[in-house]
């Protein structure tokens, strides 16, 4: 982390070591990306206030949320294909969440298993579920967190229509990589990458094993996911 000063230093950093379809499936919203533009809007628009003249000898950004005591009044969102920005990426977060005291919030859609990231912590981190049509997928997902040892189930609940994100399509973005010239070619500019996703314990959605059929393209998956949305 040495040179890193802020949150743009770190989204450089990812651009030169992730390939690019992966990379773009982090930074890209949904069709035009209004509700991505407007959601960093409102992100910018909160401030801090300065209070003067005050003691801050101590200071305290502490608090509690959902009973858990945190470092800091937030948390890391859930990300899907986080195993693909990096090898074991869900368990890598999950530590560094750990560290900063804050609470990790493992997605439906990550590479890891819930097995995975319960087997290599040994603390509890929280888990996103999609609410699906699909009863006993969703209680099994459930009974899998609870197993390990997720401390909270945060609820997505618009997944009624889901949106076309451009990047994907353009890229062919699928899980694990195709074998074509421009992914092949995109991984070998990333040597780092590809060396340590040698390693990874998975390349695909770990949650979701045994459910897909074979499924990678991402298309595919959304698919999967449309016909058992609520």
């Known amino acids: 982390m040495a040179g890193m ?5 770190l989204r450089k950093a990812a651009r030169r070591r992730v390939p690019r379809a992966f990379n773009d499936y982090l930074e890209a919203g949904s069709y035009a990306e209004q509700t991505l533009r407007a959601n960093r809007a409102d992100l910018e628009r909160i401030t801090l206030k300065q209070r003067v003249l005050v003691d801050v000898e101590q200071r305290d950004t502490a608090t509690t949320i959902l009973g858990e005591k945190v470092s800091l009044p937030v948390a890391l969102a859930p990300i899907g294909l986080g195993g693909m920005q990096w090898a074991d990426g869900e368990i890598l977060a999950c530590r560094a969440a750990k560290t900063a005291g ?5 997605s439906t859609m990550s590479i890891c298993s819930i097995e995975d990231v319960a087997e290599a912590v040994d603390y509890p981190f929280w888990f996103q579920l999609y609410v699906m049509k699909d009863r006993g997928f969703v209680r099994s997902l459930v009974e899998r967190a609870i197993a390990g040892r997720c ?38 500019a990333h040597p780092a990458w590809a060396a340590r996703m040698l390693t990874a ?23 999967w996911v449309a016909h058992r949305r609520c």
């Open 151 to 188: 401390g909270a189930l945060v609820l997505t609940v618009d997944l009624q229509v889901l949106g076309q994100r451009h990047a994907d399509v353009r890229n062919g973005l699928s899980v694990p990589p195709a074998l074509k010239l421009r992914t092949i070619l995109d991984i070998a």
């Open 102 to 106: 804050v609470p990790y919030t493992m």
């Open 5 to 9: 000063t802020c949150v743009e230093d």
């Open 201 to 223: 314990k998975r390349w695909t959605f770990g949650n979701l094993a045994g459910h897909l059929k074979g499924e990678d393209d991402v298309r595919a998956v959304a698919d």
